[in-house]
C-alpha cells in the first residue's frame, strides 16, 4: 500500500523558505508510471496545484509559482521536497503531497485521483 505522509514546521516567518518534506512509502518514487506532486489548499477553497517532480527529476510548476518554488528529490530516502521562498501571510494553507498515475492529469484538484497525504497545515506569521 503506498502512503505519503508530509512533515515540517507548521509555523514559517514572512519572507522566510518554506520547506515540506514528502516521505513515501509502498512505492519508489523512481517508478516510471507515476508523478510526485505538491498541492496547496486555502481555507475555504479547493486545492490548487504547485508542482510536480517526475520519476526522472523533471520538474513542472505552476507558473505563478515559478519564481519561489522548488521541488527536488532524495530518491536514497525515497522523499520529495517543496521549497517555497519568499512566503507571505497569503502562503498559509494545509499543503499536500500527492501521487498520481501517468494517465491522471498531473493538476487536477479532485480528491479522487492518485494518492494524497493527510496534510500538514502551514502558517505563516512573525
Known amino acids: 500500500q503506498v502512503r505519503l505522509q508530509e512533515s515540517g514546521p507548521g509555523l514559517v516567518k514572512p519572507s522566510q523558505t518554506l520547506s515540506l518534506v514528502c516521505t513515501v512509502s509502498?512505492?519508489?518514487?523512481?517508478?516510471?508510471?507515476?508523478?510526485w506532486t505538491w498541492m496547496r489548499q486555502f481555507r475555504g477553497k479547493e486545492a490548487e496545484w504547485m508542482g510536480t517532480?517526475?520519476?526522472?527529476?523533471?520538474?513542472y510548476y505552476e507558473p505563478s509559482l515559478k519564481s519561489r518554488i522548488s521541488i527536488s528529490r532524495d530518491t536514497s530516502k525515497n522523499q520529495f521536497t517543496l521549497q517555497l521562498s519568499s512566503v507571505t501571510p497569503e502562503d498559509a494553507a494545509v499543503y499536500y503531497c500527492?501521487?498520481?498515475?501517468?494517465?491522471?492529469?498531473?493538476?487536477?484538484?479532485?480528491?479522487?485521483?492518485?494518492?494524497w497525504g493527510q496534510g500538514t497545515q502551514v502558517t505563516i506569521s512573525s
Open positions: 509502498g512505492e519508489s518514487i523512481t517508478n516510471p508510471y507515476s508523478y
Open positions: 500527492n501521487k498520481r498515475g501517468l494517465t491522471e492529469p498531473m493538476t487536477s484538484p479532485d480528491r479522487n485521483l492518485g494518492i
Open positions: 517532480i517526475a520519476y526522472s527529476g523533471s520538474t
